[in-house]
């Protein structure tokens, strides 16, 4: 499997793809997050905007190989193991670029509240942001192994389900990352600093099912 992820790794790397959803996430922190800003509320921001940048990512990483290519990656590693490598990648890859920007955004931003009158703590609102966008990394890179091959939607439907896919996944009551998205605006109001645990293990398993899911229909179509 190492090897796998190191093939899909290069592959990203060479085709410069990464480049456009790099962009828009950078695009959507630079008009969302100013520096001086509540760190929860930013925090927040980040969150959100890694999702839909995730399930790009799937998108890219899964479509990547030339279909001679993944013939002969299928044959010799098997089409479920090809397959969890390029979600590894893509799930791994937006993960580390979330927790970096997660990172800038905790440094650039005031740990107060709101409205200024309270003091966060910069340790608790780190421990809630990086909880936050990996929860949001994990639900995005669920929207993103659902709406993309092996399911058997054309590109332009596949497309769209990734877009709305994302935008059920950060507005739908009880999905996992509105909640943990919810709890650091919340936060940012009231200074109660939560840690979005349980939206983390959901989105954990809801990834996790759609991985076996889709590796599954790759295997059978391989």
Same mark, same amino acid.
């Not at 592959?11 to 410069?16: H, P």
């Not at 793809?17 to 509320?41: E, F, M």
């Not at 709101?114 to 809630?128: E, F, I, N, Q």
């Given at each position: 499997?190492?090897?796998?992820?190191?093939?899909?790794?290069? !592959?990203?790397?060479?085709?410069?793809?990464?480049?456009? @959803?790099?962009?828009?996430?950078?695009?959507? !922190?630079? =008009?969302? %997050?100013?520096?001086?800003?509540?760190?929860?509320?930013? #925090?927040?921001?980040?969150?959100?905007?890694?999702?839909? =940048?995730?399930?790009?990512?799937?998108?890219? /990483?899964?479509?990547?190989?030339? @279909?001679?290519?993944?013939? %002969?990656?299928?044959?010799?590693?098997?089409?479920?193991?090809?397959?969890?490598?390029? &979600?590894?990648?893509?799930?791994? /890859?937006?993960?580390? !670029?979330?927790?970096?920007?997660?990172?800038?955004? &905790?440094?650039?931003?005031?740990?107060?509240?709101?409205?200024?009158?309270?003091?966060?703590?910069? +340790?608790?609102?780190?421990?809630?942001?990086?909880?936050?966008? &990996? /929860?949001?990394?994990?639900?995005?890179?669920? %929207?993103?192994?659902?709406?993309?091959?092996?399911? @058997?939607?054309?590109?332009?439907?596949?497309?769209?389900?990734?877009? #709305?896919?994302?935008?059920?996944?950060?507005?739908?009551?009880?999905?996992?990352?509105?909640?943990?998205?919810?709890?650091?605006?919340?936060?940012?109001?009231?200074?109660?600093?939560? @840690?979005?645990? !349980? +939206?983390?293990?959901?989105?954990?398993?809801?990834?996790?099912?759609?991985?076996?899911?889709?590796?599954?229909?790759?295997?059978?179509?391989?």
């Amino acid at each position: 499997m190492t090897a796998l992820l190191r093939y899909q790794a290069a !592959l990203l790397a060479r085709s410069q793809r990464w480049l456009a @959803p790099l962009l828009l996430y950078a695009a959507v !922190l630079a =008009v969302g %997050v100013r520096s001086g800003q509540p760190v929860l509320g930013s #925090l927040g921001v980040a969150a959100a905007a890694v999702l839909p =940048v995730t399930a790009w990512a799937v998108h890219l /990483c899964v479509a990547q190989e030339p @279909p001679a290519a993944r013939t %002969v990656a299928s044959a010799a590693a098997g089409p479920r193991r090809v397959h969890l490598a390029a &979600l590894l990648t893509a799930t791994g /890859c937006a993960a580390v !670029l979330a927790v970096v920007a997660g990172a800038v955004v &905790l440094l650039i931003s005031s740990p107060v509240t709101d409205d200024g009158a309270r003091a966060v703590s910069r +340790p608790s609102a780190a421990l809630a942001g990086l909880l936050a966008v &990996l /929860c949001c990394v994990l639900l995005g890179a669920a %929207v993103g192994a659902l709406s993309t091959r092996p399911v @058997p939607l054309n590109r332009g439907w596949s497309v769209a389900a990734a877009v #709305l896919g994302s935008l059920l996944a950060l507005v739908t009551t009880g999905s996992p990352a509105r909640l943990a998205v919810t709890a650091l605006v919340t936060g940012s109001r009231t200074g109660e600093v939560q @840690p979005s645990v !349980l +939206p983390l293990l959901g989105a954990a398993a809801l990834v996790a099912a759609a991985a076996f899911l889709v590796c599954r229909i790759a295997a059978r179509r391989g």
